[in-house]
């Protein structure tokens, strides 16, 4: 018998309640912690699959006979998530705020808490896995490639990863559903989450319009043509396509219009026609806010792969000190092999050895360069 005891996130999804399944398996004493991380404001459209997942949890947690907990982390979120949300998009990036979730809420506030609490161990329903090689704690992709979550959790430290434990980054999401039908869990076919980390799915614009002030502005050409006009540049990011309201201006079957860029300082939408545009094409991008798992950088220049987007295919790329640095944070050059489509500022990106995650840090910006 495991005598570690294990406190377990649970979202009221699938992942969450194999894990807390195949621990108590495993002979742990497993507990059930559920979180609860927003607030709806007065006047902004509520979520109630919150109310849902709170059940599937209780639900599921009275099945293994387990003690649930709940919690309110929602000043934590506020504080250390939303803020950051907020700021990006009003910087004109594009945030990810998944990543700061992980850091912040779910291995900081929640593992802080189950500590408290007596754990010897928090756990989740991640798509990764870890291993301990000597002295340090690796993090490693899923062995579902569809599934793997190592993006989201590159921000991770050695600490953190000395205190979590992902029992479903051996299994497939096929086999995890598989397990919890076979144990006859309500939430075996539960859609996975979408939308805003903790927030859930809304309609976008007028969520985000409830926080920050809208600002209209022109739509233009590369050539400075005014073909349109956008609702604000938060709503929009590079590479976008759809819901830009100037496809078949002149006929039907011209070349579809594209994000290229944001004109912060005009206040302009710039776009480009065609899906392989040009300078929708980057072979570099400057990587701020940097965190490596093992703790230190690796020595530069460095070899190695990485991730711009969830569920990109690894991307060969030489990572190089950036040769001006500013003064609010070290910048590294990122300089990949084949250049990158919508490289995305206020993204992340993460690199990778093989399976092993060794890091990331947030996009600042994207260098062209044409031949």
């Not at 509520?46 to 293994?64: E, G, P, R």
């Amino acid at each position: 018998m495991n005598s570690k005891r294990v406190i377990v996130g649970m979202s009221g999804g699938v992942d969450s309640s194999v894990a807390a399944l195949l621990l108590k398996q495993q002979g742990y004493a497993v507990e059930g912690l559920f979180m609860k991380n927003w607030e709806e404001d007065e006047g902004e459209p509520s979520n109630c699959s919150a109310d849902q997942d709170l059940l599937d949890a209780q639900t599921i947690c009275l099945k293994l006979g387990i003690r649930l907990h709940t919690v309110n982390f929602s000043r934590e979120y506020w504080d250390n998530v939303f803020t950051y949300f907020l700021d990006t998009y009003q910087s004109g990036a594009t945030p990810n705020p998944d990543v700061l979730c992980n850091t912040q809420i779910k291995f900081k506030a929640f593992l802080d808490h189950a500590l408290a609490l007596g754990a010897d161990f928090i756990a989740t329903g991640h798509f990764v896995r870890c291993r301990k090689k000597e002295t340090e704690f690796q993090l490693l992709k899923g062995m579902d490639a569809d599934k793997d979550q190592s993006y989201f959790l590159h921000g991770l430290n050695q600490y953190q990863l000395s205190k979590a434990l992902f029992p479903v980054g051996n299994l497939t999401k096929t086999e995890v559903r598989r397990i919890a039908k076979e144990h006859e869990f309500q939430n075996w076919a539960k859609k996975d989450s979408t939308g805003i980390c903790f927030i859930g799915e809304r309609k976008f614009k007028t969520f985000l319009e409830h926080y920050l002030p809208a600002q209209p502005g022109n739509i233009e050409t590369e050539q400075g043509k005014i073909i349109g006009k956008h609702d604000g540049l938060m709503f929009y990011t590079i590479g976008q396509r759809q819901g830009l309201g100037i496809g078949g201006k002149k006929n039907a079957i011209e070349a579809p219009w594209y994000v290229l860029e944001k004109d912060l300082n005009r206040n302009v939408l710039m776009v480009g026609q065609g899906h392989d545009h040009p300078k929708l094409f980057s072979p570099q991008l400057t990587a701020k806010h940097l965190s490596w798992i093992s703790g230190n950088a690796p020595p530069l220049p460095f070899l190695c792969t990485a991730k711009i987007r969830y569920r990109q295919k690894d991307q060969e790329c030489t990572i190089s000190m950036q040769s001006v640095k500013t003064n609010r944070d070290l910048s590294l050059l990122v300089t990949f092999k084949n250049p990158q489509r919508a490289i995305t500022p206020g993204q992340f990106v993460v690199f990778y050895d093989g399976e092993i995650c060794l890091g990331g840090g947030a996009i600042d910006a994207k260098r062209y360069h044409y031949d």
